[in-house]
């Protein structure tokens, strides 16, 4: 194993989002691709609550999941992609899609989790636009029939 690698470096170069956050949900890490993808600089993000990206309607799902986690040590997200919507500091709806690693401390406790994220909203869009006009191709398909 290479350990030369300057990870602050490979954070802050990657264009994914890359956000910590503790225990409680509060941000710890976010990288210059967490600023361009949400809006928010890495001062008005770090010790801020997770609800700053997550859509108000959200939230009580989100927190029941992450406590879950927080309490179990485990999460079906460090394999399987996590598809759901977030929100841009300008209040936009984003589609965004992420994996999830969680941090140990050296007894076994969790103390972070890192999410590694990816905006889908123009893929989202895109895919939506094509099953609206596929829909009404069926529809006038049918209605030849």
């Known amino acids: 194993m290479n350990t030369n690698i300057d990870c602050q470096a ?11 956050s503790d225990a409680s949900g509060a941000i710890t890490l976010w990288n210059a691709g967490a600023e361009r993808m949400f809006g928010y600089t890495e001062s008005e993000a770090l010790g801020r609550s997770l609800d700053l990206i997550t859509p108000e309607r959200l939230r009580q799902r989100h ?3 992450y406590h879950k986690a927080m ?8 394999n399987d992609l996590l598809r759901v919507p977030a929100t841009h500091k ?11 690693a969680m ?4 007894e076994g406790a969790v103390s972070a989790v890192v999410a590694v994220i990816r905006d889908e909203t123009q893929r989202f869009q895109d895919e939506r ?3 609206k006009r596929l829909a009404e191709l069926e529809g ?3 209605a030849d029939h």
Do not use: E, H, Q
Request: proline letters at 2%; aromatic letters at 10%.
């Open 140 to 142: 006038l398909a049918a």
């Open 90 to 100: 300008d209040g936009r709806s984003m589609s965004i899609a992420f994996t999830v």
């Open 129 to 131: 636009a094509l099953r």
């Open 63 to 65: 927190w029941d999941g």
């Open 10 to 20: 490979l954070i802050a170069a990657v264009g994914d989002a890359i956000i910590a």
């Open 103 to 106: 941090l140990f401390t050296p």
């Open 71 to 78: 309490d179990t040590g485990t999460t079906k997200y460090g």
